[in-house]
């Protein structure tokens, strides 16, 4: 079949993928709503055309924190590429390069921070950070990042306890013998996760400062109240995310949100968004919306189970 829209890479996936990893990869908190209700929200939202406009050149280059990537659609960070391919996040990084965009590498990478820089050299990627309660575990990750060339730092703020996700919970979910948490191996037993840091608050903001030179950007904002404690404390840009819906069910649609974020921040920081983003309208939905860039999650993840 050909490949012609995502929804043709996520139904390979679903139909080639092991169970436990497609449940895992599609899961949403509870039931779901707020999953699913990023996609639906788009449908929503209508465009008003204007016509007989010369539109015979198109750029859609932008920058991220002045850096340019080729058009306004980054990769999310997600954790446990090599779940969909055994290259993981290798491919990843080297796919973020060809196409000439940014790739956010997580925390939960199948594939070390070292690996990943030396598969895409010159790339443009993040380091996303979740902060753990062994705070060293959690400095020495940010440093490494720094050192290798990642050029900023996504702090997701939207986990302080793992959402509840009903199939995972069924399946007994944990990663296969041969894939390791890379970037933690000796720091935690993989599987459980409770030694994220439920403490974190956003004077730690100020401490990640004290740790790295690079720019901060807050991952799990959904709030014009969350906005401008961000802008206050100095982040230089704001990741609109409910976290795929994994997180708090019954939550707002990110896209729904972005309008409050953008308002409140009014340009003194750059806003992204993630979640939902599924069509090229989807994402110019975004862009007029007040979106500096979109980033994607799950399709990423379907293009690694494909190919």
Same mark, same amino acid.
């Given at each position: 079949m050909a490949m012609v829209c995502l929804s043709d890479f996520e139904a390979h996936a679903k139909k080639y993928l092991p169970k436990i990893a497609w449940d895992f990869f599609a899961a949403g908190a509870d039931d779901c709503s @707020?999953?699913?209700?990023? #996609? $639906?929200?788009?449908?929503?939202?209508? &465009?008003?055309?204007?016509?007989?406009?010369?539109? *015979?050149?198109?750029?859609?280059? @932008?920058? $991220?924190?002045?850096?340019?990537? *080729? &058009?306004?659609?980054?990769?999310?960070?997600?954790?446990?590429?090599? =779940?969909a391919w055994p290259d993981g996040e290798k491919s990843t990084a080297r796919a973020a390069k060809v196409m000439n965009t940014c790739y956010i590498a997580s925390t939960y990478s199948t594939c070390t921070l070292e690996e990943i820089s030396a598969a895409a050299p010159g790339g443009l990627r993040w380091f996303q950070l979740y902060i753990h309660r062994n705070r060293v575990v959690s400095q020495q990750l940010v440093q490494r990042a720094e050192a290798l060339g &990642?050029? !900023? =730092?996504?702090?997701?703020?939207?986990?302080?306890?793992?959402?509840?996700? +009903?199939?995972?919970?069924?399946? !007994?979910? %944990?990663?296969p013998p041969h894939m390791k948490l890379k970037n933690l191996e000796g720091a935690f037993e993989v599987c459980k996760m409770s030694l994220l840091d439920p403490s974190v608050t956003w004077n730690d903001i100020y401490w990640l400062r004290s740790l790295t030179h690079l720019p901060i950007i807050i991952k799990g904002i =959904?709030?014009?109240?969350?906005?401008?404690?961000?802008?206050? +404390?100095?982040?230089?840009? #704001? #990741?609109?995310s409910n976290h795929g819906g994994r997180q708090l069910d019954g939550g707002p649609a990110t896209i729904d949100a972005l309008v409050e974020v953008v308002e409140a921040v009014q340009g003194r920081v750059e806003v992204y968004l993630d979640g939902g983003i599924r069509k090229g309208s989807d994402v110019l939905k975004?862009?007029? $919306?007040?979106?500096? %860039?979109?980033?994607i999650g799950r399709p990423a993840l379907w293009g690694l189970a494909y190919k």
């Open positions: @707020t999953r699913d209700e990023n #996609i $639906l929200a788009y449908k929503r939202i209508h &465009f008003r055309p204007r016509m007989l406009r010369d539109v *015979s050149r198109m750029d859609i280059r @932008t920058k $991220l924190l002045g850096t340019e990537i *080729s &058009f306004p659609v980054g990769i999310a960070p997600t954790g446990f590429h090599q =779940l &990642f050029q !900023g =730092l996504v702090l997701t703020a939207d986990l302080p306890y793992t959402g509840k996700r +009903h199939d995972d919970i069924r399946n !007994g979910f %944990c990663l =959904l709030t014009k109240e969350d906005a401008e404690l961000a802008v206050r +404390h100095g982040v230089q840009g #704001i #990741i609109v975004a862009l007029a $919306l007040g979106a500096k %860039c979109v980033f």
